[in-house]
RNA sequence: UGGGGCGUAGCCAAGUGGUAAGGCAUCGGGUUUUGAUCCCGUGUACCGCAGGUUCGAAUCCUGCCGCCCCAGCCA
């Protein structure tokens, strides 16, 4: 599905939206991305975005973003900024609908001294310990704590005492009193506000209590007048919890939470806990490295923000949790790129050519015509230099060609392209036996590598000349993980792929790649996608493989 | 022996009682100055299993099996 088509994407929540609005339901529809500033936005959370404002495009309605910053030791403002910068990159707006949950901190208490007032939250002094072993297990029901009748007024004076900072971490805490024998974890009398003496991003110290996300989450929905809450399937369980408060508070709306499956990938992980780990441990170099399945790696990578779009678009939205091949993601970041990305000449393990035939005079000046793009006649045609001497890629030749081997060998003739059939005459050999260089012939009537008699060639080699070209670093990237489910032999972290870096140094580009910005990806022609990463120069270019090429040859072999 | 979900080809996924869409992958073939792209073709899916209802069930009922999530003062 193409991202025109949009409207016509029909998955279980649209259905449920559709059937809202023939109600008559709501006036407009209102949805919200939320996350915590504790990360940096990964593919999985594309899917969300996508979801949640694409929902609120199609029905004309609202998204809005709200960080979720009820844990200040866990969050930062970094994050918020990153997070605004990978939304916007991936093409959202959401400028004049930015929330905080930290700007509702003082309804959200005014909600909880409601409840204590209705006799339906208590505070407890019970130890993080011991509320652990009054909770009961997922078979055996909790117990309820001897705090749970405290009197209101003594509950009011204790939770006004929690918040002028009064009391130390974990000594108190105030809980929404429910149900301790409940199946569902989540109703066994959950903690609602906890003491954290932290500086908080935005609220600074204005605060020593901080509502937990159940007891934040909801109402914020509704103090937004949001009408879908879309979450992932992990919240299912919280959806009790969610409606007991909006039933027991004056809320001014009342939001529906709705939970779709999140999204995996293979050979990656989409956990801001474990992609954090491999930061720290130094498996990657940043949340932007290029191998992170983070909105800023893919970036780096040279990921077009419609290929993730429209990436997730495909996938649907529904209940069922699976695991999307990589190789899927890969192909549709190829589909966008063949039709957007510019050609140009790389060689990644030059092998040096002389052309023993061609003018030796270094002012003989030939200039040969290239297509920029075969699918956009807009991009035009750029010149190329050719010469006696230049570079091919080292494995486009073969001292002892296989049967179905058809590039270059002694005696074989292929195409250089855009410039002039050439036949291998001479291999010239190291001490060693390494083939260091090749000796060939061209065909002058050859020029732009026609076939002035018809001669058929099978093999077309990119090439680059030796003078003109520019020495470049290309990284290559391979899969983060061994495993496609990484873990599932063990520990994830065993399943981390030792090469899925590998750093050429001797590379040679044509002179106007160095024009690429970082942001713009390019075909190397025969080889894959590229671009020019954050901290290329033009003394030093450095070049990062988005995705390679599809090689049926180098399957077969 | 608790609660909540999910189970349609290798992967994603339509389907909402009338006899199994589509995409990706795979495998063939054609075109090609990128072994790319493009174009054609290619799958016996016991619709988790077993019963039942029905003229007819992936769709309804019952029972079973498998997988995922939940015991943070994380989100």
Redesign the pocket.
């Known amino acids: 599905m193409t991202e025109k088509n949009l409207s016509q994407k ?3 929540i649209r ?1 449920i939206i559709r059937g809202d609005i023939a109600a008559n339901l709501h006036e407009k529809i209102v949805t919200r991305f ?1 996350p ?1 500033p504790n990360g940096y936005l990964h593919i999985g959370h594309a899917k969300s975005i996508c979801l949640n404002f694409g929902v609120a495009q199609e029905f004309q309605g609202l998204c809005n973003l709200r960080f ?1 910053d ?2 200040p030791t ?1 969050e930062d403002q970094i994050y918020i900024d990153a997070i605004k910068f990978d939304l916007t990159w991936l093409g959202f707006n959401f400028e004049n609908n930015i929330r905080y949950t930290s700007d509702y901190f003082e309804q959200l208490y005014d909600w909880a001294i409601e409840l204590i007032n209705k006799g339906l939250a208590y505070v ?5 310990d011991e ?2 072993s009054y ?1 009961g ?3 055996e029901p909790g117990i309820e704590s001897p705090s749970r009748n405290r009197e209101i007024a003594e509950n009011l004076d204790l939770f006004e005492r929690m918040k002028n900072g009064e009391f130390e ?5 105030l809980r929404a009193k429910i149900d301790m024998q409940s ?4 109703l066994r009398d ?2 609602i506000y ?3 003496h932290a500086n908080h991003p935005r609220t600074n110290n204005n605060w020593c209590i ?5 007891f ?2 909801g109402q914020s929905d509704a103090i937004e007048n949001v009408t879908h809450s879309l979450c992932t ?6 959806r009790p919890l969610y409606e007991w408060f909006l039933e027991n508070l004056s809320i001014p709306s009342k939001p529906k939470q709705y939970e779709f ?1 999140r999204l995996n990938l293979s050979h990656t992980i989409l956990s801001k806990r474990r992609l954090l780990k491999l930061i720290e441990c130094g498996y990657v170099t940043g949340w932007n490295d290029p191998r992170m399945p983070t909105l800023a790696g893919l970036r780096r990578r040279g990921v077009p923000p419609e290929a993730i779009r429209d990436f997730v678009g ?12 990589m ?2 993601f890969e ?1 549709t970041v ?2 966008h790129l ?1 039709v957007t990305a510019q ?1 140009r000449m790389a060689v990644l393990n030059p092998l040096k050519i002389v052309i023993e035939n061609y003018p030796e005079d270094p002012q003989f000046k030939d200039e040969l015509e290239a297509t920029n793009n ?2 956009n006649e807009d991009d035009g045609f750029r010149r190329l230099l050719f010469s006696r001497e230049i570079y091919i890629e080292h494995n486009d030749f073969m001292e002892n060609p296989t049967k ?4 270059l060998g002694p005696g074989r003739e292929v ?1 250089l ?2 410039a002039y059939l050439i036949i291998c005459k001479e291999v010239i050999k190291d001490k060693k036996g390494n083939i260091i260089e090749l000796r060939c012939h061209y065909d002058p009537a050859s020029r ?3 076939s002035p008699d018809g001669r058929k060639v099978k ?2 080699l990119h090439w680059v000349s030796a003078n003109h070209s520019k020495k470049a670093t290309i990284n290559l990237y391979n899969e983060l993980f061994t495993e496609a489910i990484p873990g599932s032999n063990g520990d994830w972290i065993e399943d981390v792929n030792k090469t899925s870096l590998e750093s050429l140094t001797n590379c040679f580009l044509e002179p106007s790649i160095l024009d690429f910005k970082s942001n713009t990806t390019i ?1 190397f ?2 080889l894959g996608y590229f671009c020019a990463d954050l901290n290329s120069t033009q003394e030093n270019p450095i070049f990062n493989r988005t995705v390679p ?5 180098a ?1 077969k072999t």
Do not use: A, C
């Open positions: 029909n998955d279980f259905e939320p915590e979720d009820t844990n866990k407890d002094d019970l130890s993080p509320m652990r909770r297990t997922l078979t971490e974990g000594k108190m805490s199946g569902n974890l989540n959950p903690v906890r003491i954290m901080y509502p937990m996300y159940d934040g989450h399937l992990e919240f299912e369980d919280h499956s495909r996938l649907g939205v529904t209940k069922s949790d699976g695991i999307v091949e190789s899927y192909n190829r589909e063949n050609r075969p699918n179905k081997f058809f590039r195409r392209r855009y732009g590598g026609n093999g077309t075909q022609e025969r090429l599809r090689d049926t040859w399957k």
